[in-house]
């Protein structure tokens, strides 16, 4: 069982930065891709970003691309996203997802609100 536990959401404003981090627990977090995804009130999730077990490959949604970057630090089971040049249109609960060979697990989310 991986539990993950998002921090970092806050209100900021247009044009600022925020750096989220989710800390994997329970499982091998090297041995597994992660991710971010987002959702915004009366929408549905949407990918924000990817890493896969060794940090190599990185993908990233075309809204967010050029201003957030996804990383990792496999020695303290932590996945980050450095958010800069943030839009109201950011705003959203994010969710730092897990897949594992078996399943998939997702983090509570943190809330970030960008102000205009």
């Known amino acids: 069982q991986v539990q993950l536990v998002e921090s970092g959401g806050r209100l900021v404003q247009a044009g600022g930065s925020l750096r989220l981090s989710c800390v994997a627990s329970?499982?091998?977090?090297?041995?597994?891709?992660m991710g971010w995804f987002r959702q915004a009130p009366g929408k549905e999730r949407e990918f924000v970003a990817s890493i896969n077990w060794s940090g190599s490959r990185l993908d990233y949604a075309s809204s967010v691309k050029g201003r957030f970057t996804i990383s990792r630090d496999n020695t303290k089971n932590t996945v980050y996203l450095q958010m800069n040049s943030l839009k109201p249109e950011d705003t959203a609960v994010y969710y730092c997802k897990a897949t594992t060979a078996l399943r998939i697990y997702w983090g509570q989310g943190t809330q970030v609100t960008v102000s205009s």
């Open positions: 329970g499982g091998t977090f090297g041995s597994y891709a």
